[in-house]
Nanobody, 120 residues
Framework: QVHLVESGGGLVQPGGSLRLSCAAS????????MGWYRQAPGNQRELVAT???????SYSDSVKGRFTISRDHAKNTVYLQMNSLQPEDTAVYYC??????????????WGQGTQVTVSS
């Protein structure tokens, strides 16, 4: 079972920055794609950014150029550096990862979410 723990959310003024972290722990053979999603009140959960095991990244158009996703393979941790934050970035941010279990079956796992609020 894979457990994801997120941290780094909070309240920030427009134009400010935050860095989110998500660490994976538990029993697994490998971690493949790690990503960040967000869900604002009344909206569906949407993809923000992903990074593969080979460190290929992708971003939603709404955050491209402002957010940067990265990962530390040794720590099984993914980061999301968020710059130039705007009120529309306010949401609960969720970490998601896919990979292989010890038994070599595929899995995906979600974190519990961390609140990001952009407001003056």
């Amino acid at each position: 079972q894979v457990h994801l723990v997120e941290s780094g959310g909070g309240l920030v003024q427009p134009g400010g920055s935050l860095r989110l972290s998500c660490a994976a722990s538990g029993s697994f053979a490998s971690i493949n794609v790690m990503g960040w999603y967000r869900q604002a009140p009344g909206n569906q959960r949407e993809l923000v950014a992903t990074i593969t095991g080979g460190e290929t990244t992708s971003y939603s158009d709404s955050v491209k150029g402002r957010f940067t996703i990265s990962r530390d393979h040794a720590k099984n941790t993914v980061y999301l550096q968020m710059n130039s934050l705007q009120p529309e970035d306010t949401a609960v941010y969720y970490c998601r990862t896919t990979g292989l279990t010890i038994a070599r079956s595929s899995f995906y796992s979600w974190g519990q979410g961390t609140q990001v609020t952009v407001s003056s």
